[in-house]
């Protein structure tokens, strides 16, 4: 029996030992990284022959990097096409009722097995629950439900470590003293909730940190610069650093300070990973960043456990893709080290949209992008 696990290891987290067991001024520590261990689920009763007719709920296509999860998940389609009958893909359009019913036509149609990005966890709990009382197992990549008995496993990359690293990362790039702000992804998403729950533990473990406001951007540039701009407005100098759990908005927030008339070196430090233009902004105005990439080749990874499903094999109920931490160089804290440097990660000579970590290859292009299966 072949098992598929893919878990972060605490070293590529870039914790090194010597940084872990250094004074640092007496401000404390946190433990930012538990892999854990995971149960087996035991597919055989949903083994069956191919080719197969899949489905794939998708929340949306709301921005850019679940556009390039999507485009993972049909790379790797085009890659088994040998072994699918029909791929069917369904939009939501970030509307949860929307998807629970196309969750239940997905089950019209037959599907042998089921791929689903929730919108939110408490409103499509039921829709899973409803595939496995009609005999399919379903898959969950990126976001969760809030009942773990009607799925066969979670596809994703650990929001925990993201939360907790990149605010240990801002917290001891300001010296443990200053007023930050907080911009979230979707409100009701569990990436969003687990990062900002996992990065207050941190925050709270900094007296001197203080969070002036917490908002939720929706994961979206514009919306990023906006209620970033809104926030210059009311605090100014007061903001001394920027959490945000992700390039998309944290690029805009960028954009908001160069707006505001912030030069170049003046910008406060940011946080956040995937989006091509947030480490070509900070490389172009030296703002001091740290990125934790969510890999949207966690679509492709899921899609290809669909198999393992499908074969009847044994399947961790988590399955974790890699990430990497990425700093600015000079910006290294005592316990967080850069795995590469943004100015040597940065796609200087590649579009602003372009997102990290797809799945698809190199030279991916989202505007490009095509791929041929059994539709």
């Known amino acids: 029996m072949r098992i598929r696990t893919i878990v972060a290891a605490a ?22 990284w538990n892999p854990g261990s995971v149960d087996i689920f035991d597919a055989a009763e949903f083994k069956k022959e191919g080719p197969y007719v899949i489905g ?4 949306s296509i709301s921005n850019p990097w679940r556009v390039a999860m999507l485009h993972g998940i049909e790379a790797a389609a085009e890659r088994h096409a040998d072994k699918i009958e029909r791929f069917i893909i369904t939009d939501a359009n970030d509307d949860p009722s929307k998807q629970a019913a196309d969750v239940q036509d997905l089950i019209a149609q037959g599907v042998d097995i089921l791929l689903i990005s929730p919108a939110t966890a408490e409103a499509l709990d039921p829709a899973v629950r409803r595939a496995k009382r009609q005999g399919i197992p379903v898959v969950l990549v990126d976001r969760q439900v809030s ?28 010296g443990g003293e200053g007023k930050v702000v907080m911009l979230g992804g979707l409100a009701g998403a569990s990436p969003a909730e687990n990062r900002i729950k996992a990065a207050m533990e941190v925050f709270n473990q900094f007296p001197g940190i203080e969070v002036l406001e917490t908002q939720y951007t929706s994961w979206s540039p514009a919306n990023g610069k906006t209620i970033m701009s809104a926030l ?15 390039g998309l908005q944290g690029s805009g927030s960028i954009e908001a300070f160069l707006a505001a008339g912030y030069e170049a070196g003046k910008i406060p430090p940011h ?11 900070s490389v172009q105005n030296d703002v001091p960043m740290i990125g934790i990439d969510y890999p949207p080749a966690m679509g492709a990874e ?11 094999k044994g399947i961790p109920r988590r399955i974790e893709v890699n990430q990497q931490v990425v700093v600015s160089e000079g910006h290294e804290t005592p316990s967080v080290k850069a795995d590469v440097f943004t100015a040597d990660y940065a796609l200087m000579d590649k579009p602003g949209s372009v997102i990290m970590s797809s799945g698809v ?5 989202p505007a490009t992008f095509t791929a041929d299966y059994p539709k």
């Open 11 to 32: 070293a590529s987290l870039c914790l090194s030992a010597s940084a872990a067991l250094a004074d640092y001024d007496g401000v404390p520590r946190t433990f930012l």
């Open 232 to 246: 210059i407005q009311k605090y100014g100098d007061e903001i001394a650093g920027v959490w945000a759990d992700s």
């Open 271 to 281: 946080t956040g990973g995937d989006f091509n233009a947030m480490y070509q902004l």
């Open 361 to 365: 290859g190199a030279d991916y292009d």
């Open 56 to 59: 794939f709920s998708n929340a």
């Open 302 to 312: 899921g899609f290809e456990v669909l198999f393992d499903v499908l074969d009847g």
């Open 147 to 174: 009942s773990d008995e009607n799925y066969i496993t979670f596809v994703t990359a650990s929001d925990q470590a993201l939360g907790r690293i990149s605010a240990q990362w801002l917290a001891e790039k300001l």
